[in-house]
């Protein structure tokens, strides 16, 4: 899939931030596809060649049998408005978003220019709001018992969310 999508992004002119044409590897390489079993996300900073991508993979999909989803298929920005959806999207339990922000406090690119953002990716609503709810049953069947049962109960909940969320 990944292939599909490199091979098809070569087609494209593309301009580098300086306004010269991108060569052939930096075309590859300027469109990422990041994949877990049937779950997808595909970036680039151009929009219209991400519409584009996405009937290609449509179509590539069609002749294996299979089909995307439109209710997981969602087109969207990490820093800006789109289309009056939010920015940001939710991906394998987590939400990554891009957030403007100051000198000291932005990323910086390969060249050290301050790009004028900072991406941040933190546990979605839904993946909180599910281990919240283990907590509390947690501490619902607990109530009456002794607070070292209670928190030899709450350690191994709390030990695998860290190992998940941790970088």
Known sequence: MENVIKDFIVQFRILSPTGRPLNTKDKRQSVSLIRYADD???????????????????????????????SKTRLTHTLLHYKKESPGFDFLGFHIRQFKSGKY????????????????????????????????????????RRQAALIDNLNPVDSRTNRHCIF
């Open 40 to 70: 997808f996300i595909i970036l680039h900073d151009d929009i219209d060649i991400l519409k584009r991508c996405i009937e290609v993979i449509t179509r590539w999909l069609n002749d294996m049998g299979l089909e995307i989803k439109a």
């Open 105 to 144: 406090r932005s990323v910086k690119n390969g060249q050290g220019d301050i790009l004028g953002f900072k991406t941040v990716i933190s546990p979605s609503r839904k993946s909180a709001l599910k281990h919240y709810q283990k907590i509390a049953e947690i501490i619902e069947k607990h109530k009456s």
